[in-house]
């Protein structure tokens, strides 16, 4: 089995979660302080491939399980993570701590979106969480790292109500989860996350500017790792943002069918435009689930009355 982590310097990590098998699908970032913090741990499906690495690095102990969000890709394995490190807190947001406790709605609401034959290949089963080994965290808690050191959180819905970002000063870390979408290594580019049921645009573009105020060093991606160019990434990421919503109001006139297929060719016949290769460009197409973003948007769209 594959390993790979990388230093960030500052006693963090960056640990590739080889989710669905796969190299640079799923970056969990560790903070090898006196008080240990994993961010993500990824879904049940490839633990195994997180603990063999925090195995290799002579990890025996985890003060804390940072997840930035609930969606199982995030924190699908949280409920295993915890029953192999029984001294971790699990620190999740105030909306999605009895998800974890409880995941049977949040499992019911993932077989929508990916069907419930997919389940089990693509995620694996989730465990519950004891409600005491729950760290329910809200907007300016902080979580100890240890040494005077400590991650601050900044609650960003948009992209789900339950996300956090986190913020570390030595390190220059925002660590933004799906925040602002997903930018892997080789591109530099960023496309939006637009899941059912919590997506909404003004409040994801609300998140980008208030990460741009912060000023962070690089943004830690979990799709997937370190982007050094946060204004341009944040910049990038609310002009495709309404790119996005203002191309699925104009289709959606024409009829949903079709939809998620015709946004596929879009989005990425764009991608060729902009001069991207076509391994950069089959990276994202790989880990988008198009009828996944078309929904969340269209779901957006019939809320707020703002279907083109
Ligand atoms: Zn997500």
């Known amino acids: 089995m594959a390993v790979s982590v990388t230093s960030l310097g500052h006693d963090l990590f960056l640990i590739d979660g080889f989710m669905h098998g796969e190299p640079e699908r799923l970056a969990c970032y560790l903070f090898d302080t006196p008080e240990r913090v994993l961010i993500e741990c990824g879904p049940s499906g490839s633990l195994h491939s997180l603990l063999e690495a925090l195995d290799d690095l002579g990890i025996d102990d985890i003060a804390t399980l940072a997840v930035t969000h609930i969606h199982l890709d995030h924190a699908g394995g949280a409920g295993h993570f915890a029953l192999r490190y029984p001294n971790a807190d ?19 609401s993932a077989v929508r979106v990916w069907g419930a034959e997919n ?35 900044l609650a960003t819905p948009g992209h789900a109500k339950h996300h956090v ?18 930018a892997f290594p080789h591109g530099h580019m960023v496309q939006p996350v637009t899941p059912p049921p919590d997506f909404n645009p003004d409040l994801v ?11 962070p060093g690089f943004l830690g991606f979990a799709h ?17 943002l309404w790119e996005w919503i203002r191309w699925v109001q104009e289709a959606a006139r024409g009829g949903p069918e079709h939809l998620a ?9 764009g991608y060729r435009a902009e001069g991207y290769s076509e391994a950069i460009i089959e990276q994202y197409d790989k880990n988008t689930f198009w009828p996944m973003q078309i929904t969340g948007i269209l779901h957006w769209m019939a809320k707020t009355g703002s279907l083109g």
């Open 224 to 240: 997937y790792g370190p982007e050094r160019n946060p204004p341009k990434a944040l910049a990038e990421a609310e002009s495709r």
């Open 165 to 182: 970002v986190y913020l570390e000063d030595e390190s220059g870390g925002a660590f933004v989860g799906d925040a602002v979408g997903m």
């Open 205 to 215: 573009a609300t998140q980008l500017r208030r990460l741009a105020d912060r000023d």
């Open 119 to 153: 389940m089990e290949t693509l995620w694996g089963p989730m465990e519950p969480i004891d409600k005491d080994r729950l760290m329910v965290i809200d907007e300016g808690d902080r979580i100890p790292l240890g040494g005077g050191r400590s991650i601050e959180v």
């Open 90 to 108: 699990i620190a999740v947001h105030a909306k999605g701590a009895r998800h974890l406790a409880d995941p049977s709605r949040l499992w019911s």
């Open 261 to 269: 297929e015709a946004m596929r060719t879009w989005v990425l016949d």
